[in-house]
């Protein structure tokens, strides 16, 4: 017997980078996942753990869509009976100096964020109440120390710590643990963008220099994969967890110490 065996995870932004690490993850410990992703490619990345044993679906979803978002956690509850972990991955980023930041990024972002992983908290607790659960929250090492010409990527991580705060207040007593994790620098198509963008801003930086001069900062002198982080938010997922909440944590190789 498995971890999660008989248990239910939906994983937004699940079809790659971190989110489809840790589908992989679940998906070996025998869990039912869901991925859910604006991308049609979710299809095939489901298609993809089903390939190696798991059982796992595929769900296009936007998380800034109330009646999409409602459909996506009905659709796992119908699938495989429950949703017991949910994990609000979905994510996005742009980077520009303060004047060139438009009110369409800021609201995009914002709106992705922090409002998407609100409300898949919200429909999750709706499916757990009555029987418990855990729901983990993507903020970013942006919800620790605000990163230069992020304003708004850093705005909507550190409204991502607030709202865990206050969601485990409220779903204590119902056996519901609400906590967020903070990345520090990981390798995905996300951070391939920062360092294409951040690089040519703060110094003319070639591809993959950024990142290098950044790991330097790292205690542990590496970036960070897919897997670090699933391994964190399996142990938050999982039983051994069961009195941890409202808390927020950092997988960073150390770069952060806060
Ligand atoms: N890569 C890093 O270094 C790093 C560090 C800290 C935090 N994070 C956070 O981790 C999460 C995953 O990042 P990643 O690096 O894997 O990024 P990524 O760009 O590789 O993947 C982002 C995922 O989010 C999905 N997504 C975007 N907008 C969506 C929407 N409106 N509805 C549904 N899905 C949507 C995409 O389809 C994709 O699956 C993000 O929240 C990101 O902010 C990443």
């Given at each position: 017997?498995?971890?999660?065996?008989?248990?239910?995870?939906?994983?937004?932004?699940?079809?790659?980078?971190?989110?489809?690490?840790?589908?992989?993850?679940?998906?070996?410990?025998?869990?039912?996942?869901?991925?859910?992703?604006?991308?049609?490619?979710?299809?095939?990345?489901?298609?993809?753990?089903?390939?190696?044993?798991?059982?796992?679906?595929?769900?296009?979803?936007?998380?800034?869509?109330?009646?999409?978002?409602?459909?996506?956690?009905?659709?796992?509850?119908?699938?495989?009976?429950?949703?017991?972990?949910?994990?609000?991955?979905?994510?996005?980023?742009?980077?520009?100096?303060?004047?060139?930041?438009?009110?369409?990024?800021?609201?995009?972002?914002?709106?992705?964020?922090?409002?998407?992983?609100?409300?898949?908290?919200?429909?999750?607790?709706?499916?757990?109440?009555?029987?418990?659960?855990?729901?983990?929250n993507?903020a970013?090492?942006?919800?620790?120390?605000?990163?230069?010409?992020?304003?708004?990527?850093?705005?909507?991580?550190?409204?991502v710590m607030?709202?865990t705060?206050?969601?485990?207040?409220?779903?204590?007593?119902?056996?519901?643990?609400?906590n967020a994790i903070c990345?520090?620098?990981?390798?995905?198509?996300?951070?391939?963008?920062?360092?294409?963008?951040?690089?040519?801003?703060?110094?003319?930086?070639?591809?993959?220099?950024?990142?290098?001069?950044?790991?330097?900062?790292?205690?542990?002198?590496?970036?960070?994969?897919?897997?670090?982080?699933?391994?964190?938010?399996?142990?938050?997922?999982?039983?051994?967890?069961?009195?941890?909440?409202?808390?927020t944590?950092?997988?960073?190789?150390?770069?952060?110490?806060?």
């Open positions: 017997m498995s971890r999660f065996s008989g248990k239910t995870v939906v994983i937004t932004g699940g079809n790659r980078g971190i989110g489809y690490a840790m589908a992989e993850r679940f998906a070996s410990e025998d869990a039912n996942v869901v991925i859910a992703s604006i991308e049609e490619h979710v299809y095939e990345a489901a298609d993809a753990l089903v390939a190696t044993g798991a059982k796992a679906k595929g769900f296009v979803c936007d998380v800034t869509n109330i009646s999409q978002v409602k459909e996506l956690y009905e659709f796992a509850a119908k699938e495989f009976g429950s949703v017991n972990i949910s994990v609000q991955n979905a994510g996005i980023i742009t980077i520009a100096k303060v004047e060139d930041l438009t009110e369409k990024e800021w609201d995009a972002t914002m709106n992705v964020n922090t409002k998407g992983v609100f409300l898949c908290c919200q429909e999750a607790i709706r499916h757990m109440r009555g029987n418990g659960g855990k729901l983990i993507m970013s090492g942006q919800a620790r120390d605000g990163f230069i010409y992020t304003p708004h990527y850093a705005a909507s991580k550190f409204g607030g709202l705060q206050s969601l485990a207040k409220e779903v204590a007593l119902d056996g519901i643990t609400v990345p520090g620098i990981i390798k995905t198509d996300m951070w391939d963008y920062n360092d294409r963008v951040w690089g040519k801003m703060l110094g003319d930086f070639g591809p993959g220099e950024l990142m290098e001069s950044w790991v330097q900062n790292i205690p542990m002198k590496r970036a960070g994969e897919g897997r670090d982080v699933a391994g964190l938010v399996s142990f938050l997922a999982s039983n051994d967890a069961d009195y941890i909440t409202g808390q944590i950092n997988v960073d190789g150390g770069l952060i110490m806060s």
